[in-house]
């Protein structure tokens, strides 16, 4: 079957706005006139027909009539469908990909193409200039054609851009799914493409980056993965028609990152060829974009300088948050989750890197207000460049979710799929649950782990952002931002699910039995929280070094050898060498403060140490900005080198308490032994009481 543009244009519409849409609306949209509207409404209803659906008119009002299990499986299938011209916004994607592709391009050739006139090609590029980067210029030369002024990372940029705006709704990471390679998906993969990458490649450079990440212990979500196999099969097709990327270009030298060795592997294991023919800054370029992907919320690389980095932005943000709201914010839930986005974000943020956000204008008209307070605390934290608004579109999500939290008693459970970060998640899960305080236990699931999880629960509803197609369950398709008609369909299913509680003994027995285990599997968890907790409070202790120890290196001495009295089996030699020539950079000054923050893992410690020192005489130390300072203080933190995720997770809520933290700051500065002893027994129990939350 055959659509026009304006047709399928029309029915998208329908089925994305889940609400009556008005022909004035669709002919401001299309720029069309009323009268063309109402002449395309005969092809849509022709179409819908075909898939049980109907359209109601009424006082120039449209809405979609059917099942809903009829119009998930039509939103489906529309992507199927064949169409026989291009909306303006589809020709100028075209237009945009050509020039990107060749060095210059006649205006009649393009004409011809897409079966338009010259005028309207020239109007197109006029429009898609307007949307380009400002350093991104689109020439036209009498004689010569058109070309597009561009270095090579802005045009695998732009590649990766429109890549994006031609799969909505996550089709690429439903492509990725073994189940989905059916002729019919490859086919419309493989149009979607329009000659940017191969599907031959694209399966290829998925394979590679999959087995990277099932390797990766840093959590990588499905967007991020997808974003990832594009940006690399773009680099591989322009590699191999012969355009490559300068090395250093990144202005960074990214060869001091493991992620570039893991680059080199991964490129020659797709090129096939050795690792060391592989181009420096091909290898180079990759790292930027692995190590932009990483978001994870655990604490494998403990205590970088990196984290420590992000972590004070993450307080000087809130506090600003704060202070433009007028009202505090949970900090411990929100401190977590945004430094988990933001390591990723100031990285590619220091390299130049832009994101797409499929969800920014959405977010810019449904949290405007939100939105202008967080560019502005942005702004006030990061003044090196303009911040895009997509990179600030998620962080908007992650403040959204924190003011929408709503304590409440529920009754039901969901499981939520999402294949965005950190803070679309929460939104959704937050304002469920605020407008549905009946869904007492809701957990969010990526689209690759979904079969699993749904296989291990039981669970009431299943809503999901991404549309799943056809699945032997039933479940909600929402948009990530949830609108009202949405809340009110998931809240009339539950309730018609609430018709008494005549369970089945089996099914109770079942229910009994997942109460027990997680029960269990909490108690054990917070047992080895305390049995951590307490083994750092056992080897806590703040002393002061009374002799002028002078260096660096001689105070790190000291110190190691102090500890031989409660650890007889620690190598000093090996720790004082972890701290002065690791290439990690174990040893800093805190900006602001005169303290110094000495943390490492080394195999010869066998239970975890925490402790301060005052020293008589300040010692000049290397700050995470490369400048020297005096500090007077040293906090000690040092864990084995295999330590549990929980033993990392205590570790890293400690070295937070020296990040901003103008209590602790005067404290250690004026306080006595046993006053800062207190406080941090204090705080440690406090984590405690917290996590039992």
Known sequence: MYLSARARLIMEQLLTSNRPVSINELAEDLSVSHRTI??????????????????????????????????????????????????????????LKVLL???????????????????????????????????????????????????????????????????PDYRLLKFFQEKSRDHTTNEWVEDRLLDLVSETLLKKVERSVKSWRNNNLEGINDEAYANLIVHISISVERMIAGNFIQPNVTGEKMTQYLEFTVAKNMLADILDMEPEFVPDGEAAYVTTHLRGVKSTESTIYFLENEELEVMMFVKKLIANVETELGQKLPKELLTKGLIAHLRPTLRRLKQGMRIYNPLIQSIKQDYEALFKVVRRAFDQVYQDKTVPDEEIGYLVLHFGAVLLQLESENSFSGLVVCASGIG?????????????????????????????????????????????GQVDFDYFLVSPILTERELSQISVFLKSLHSGYHKKIAEEEQAVQLTL??????????????????????????????????????????????????????????????????????????????????????????????????????????????????????????????FSQEGLEVISYISTLFVDNQQMIQLLEHGANEEITSYFVQKLLSYLEMRKK
């Open 38 to 95: 109402r002449r395309d409404l005969k092809e849509v209803e022709s179409t819908l027909t075909s898939y049980q659906l109907t359209l109601a008119k009424e006082h120039g009002i449209l809405s979609l009539v059917g099942l809903d299990s009829d119009k998930q499986r039509f939103r489906w299938q529309l992507m199927d469908l064949s169409y026989n011209d291009y909306s303006p916004e589809e020709r100028q994607q075209k237009i």
């Open 101 to 167: 592709k060749e060095e210059s391009v006649k205006l009649a050739g393009l004409a011809n193409d897409l079966s338009v006139t010259i005028s309207t090609i020239s109007n197109d590029l006029t429009k898609i200039e307007e949307r380009l980067p400002n350093t991104v210029k689109i020439e036209r030369r009498r004689g010569f054609g058109v070309s597009l002024k561009a270095n090579e990372v802005q045009k695998r940029q732009l590649m990766s851009e429109l890549f994006g705006q031609q799969f």
């Open 424 to 468: 679309t998640s929460r939104m959704l899960v937050t304002r469920l649950r605020q407008r549905i305080p009946q869904l007492k236990k809701l957990e969010t699931v990526s689209l690759f782990e979904l079969g699993k999880r749904k296989a291990e629960g039981k669970y009431n509803v299943i809503i999901s952002t991404i549309d799943l």
């Open 517 to 642: 285990l997680e029960a269990t599997h909490f108690l054990e968890q917070q047992q080895m929280f305390t049995s951590i907790v307490l083994a750092i409070l056992k080897n806590f202790n703040y002393s002061k070094l009374n002799e002028n120890v002078g260096t660096m290196e001689d105070t790190i001495r000291v110190i190691c050898t102090q500890l031989l009295e409660k650890a007889p089996g620690l190598d000093v030699e090996s720790l004082v060498s972890t701290f002065l020539h690791d290439g990690n950079w174990k040893a800093f000054g805190i900006p602001d403060t005169k303290i110094g923050l000495f943390h490492a893992r080394n195999e010869s410690i066998k239970e975890p140490f925490f402790q301060l020192f005052s020293l008589e005489q300040p010692i000049l130390i290397e700050t995470m900005d490369h400048t020297k300072m005096p500090v007077d203080r040293i906090a000690l933190l040092l864990v084995p080198e295999k």
